[in-house]
Structures are given as structure tokens and as C-alpha cells.
């Protein structure tokens, strides 16, 4: 069986002790960088073999994986941060296991984008959850396809996008947009901004950019 379990994207109390039992029940664990996960991992009595297993080798190691999951060794999957899956490496294996008759565990946990949609004040009931736009081909397009939407949509932004990303925004938006821009989700250093995309371009200007971003734009009203 392939578990794929969460892991805290901050404060590390959102380790849940289920996530903790699985992970020592397991015989290997694959992680995005096992230099991360493994001491990060260590701290909550978590000690098993490691394999890397990131975007880079997944088409290259998944057979592998198949393979051991097929001779019964159960496997967990982890990332840096966050729910395998959503915006990190899991897809292809999890395709290949239903292919493949494996049966595959999803733990809840955490993620970011879900406390930054919530507290948004921006209607939650229908959204759509972006991600990371392309970050050449077809950026435009897609920004535009989304600034249709008449639901909420979600982007994830690293930090060194940020501003480029509102001024995109702006442009295919608009400027009056509503939005909320959150940072650091559940770390000491957790803020957020609220208002239209002008108005939280100005509130950026005096803000040090560090950090991942979870951007929720309101939907177009018809």
C-alpha cells in the first residue's frame, strides 16, 4: 500500500499523531529532499529508509516503486512541506498504483491553501485552485482564462514573483479585484492582506517579500 501523508507547512503541532503512526509502520518513505525530511522527520521518533523521489526522477523511479509496492513493502510519501500531490510530486505514482490495482491511503493534513481560502473572506463554497501559473508559455493565456472564472480562484506565488505576479494580476483582473494575499501560513511570521489588487500593492510596497504566498482572487460577478 502507498500512504501519502501530509506534513506541517509551519508550526510543527500540526503533526498529527496518525501521520506519525503511519510513517513508523511503513518500510521506506519517500521524500522530495531526503535532506529535509529525514532530520525533520527524526524529531518525532520517525527513523526508516529514505529514497528521494522528486520531479526531476519521478518518471524514472516510479517503476521501481511500483515494483517494491507490488512485492507488498508499504510505502509512505512525504514532501518538504504539505499534502504530496498539491503543487509537489505524487500524481504519477498514485496514477500508476490505480493502474496497477495498489491501493493508495490519503492522510488529511495540512496544506496551505485551504486556511488561506477560509480566511480570506472571499466566498469558498466554489473555487478553483490554480497553483503556480506557468511561468513562461501560456502565463498570459492562463491569467487571462482565470480573471473569467465566476468562482474564487487560488494561486500559490514564491517569493521572488510576487510583485511581477500582482502587476500581471492587475492587468488581467483588474485593479479593483478583491483579493487577499497570505504569507507564511501557520509560521510565527503568518500575515495576511486584504483588500483590492491596488490596494494590496501598495501594502506590499513597505512589506519585506520572503516567504511562500497563497493569492485568493474574487471570481468575476455576473
Not at 518500510?27 to 527524526?42: C, G, N, Q, W, Y
Request: glycine share 6%; aromatic share 8%.
Amino acid at each position: 500500500m502507498l500512504f501519502l501523508v501530509p506534513t506541517p507547512i509551519g508550526n510543527r503541532g500540526d503533526m498529527t499523531p496518525r501521520a506519525i503512526e503511519v510513517l513508523n509502520q511503513c518500510s521506506l518513505i519517500l521524500a522530495e529532499d531526503t535532506r529535509v525530511s529525514k532530520p525533520f522527520l527524526k524529531t518525532y521518533g520517525v527513523e526508516k529508509d529514505f529514497q528521494s523521489f522528486h520531479a526531476n526522477n519521478e518518471h524514472q523511479q516510479t517503476p521501481r516503486i511500483i515494483e517494491k509496492l507490488q512485492s507488498g513493502v508499504a510505502i509512505a510519501m512525504v514532501t518538504d512541506a504539505g499534502t504530496p500531490g498539491i503543487s509537489d510530486p505524487a500524481f504519477l505514482l498514485v496514477r500508476e498504483c490505480r493502474q496497477h490495482k495498489i491501493e493508495v491511503q490519503a492522510l488529511p493534513g495540512a496544506t496551505a491553501f485551504v486556511p488561506a481560502l477560509v480566511s480570506s473572506g472571499l466566498p469558498c463554497d466554489r473555487f478553483f485552485f490554480q497553483g503556480f501559473l506557468p511561468q513562461k508559455k501560456g502565463r498570459q493565456t492562463q491569467c487571462i482564462w482565470l480573471a473569467q472564472l465566476p468562482c474564487t480562484v487560488v494561486l500559490h506565488e514564491s517569493p521572488h514573483r510576487l510583485l511581477k505576479c500582482i502587476d500581471e494580476l492587475i492587468l488581467h483582473f483588474g485593479g479593483e479585484r478583491q483579493a487577499s494575499f497570505a504569507k507564511e501560513i501557520s509560521k510565527f511570521f503568518e500575515k495576511h492582506f486584504n483588500g483590492s489588487l491596488e490596494e494590496i500593492k501598495i501594502q506590499l510596497q513597505s512589506e519585506k517579500i520572503v516567504g511562500e504566498w497563497v493569492i485568493c482572487l474574487e471570481g468575476v460577478k455576473n
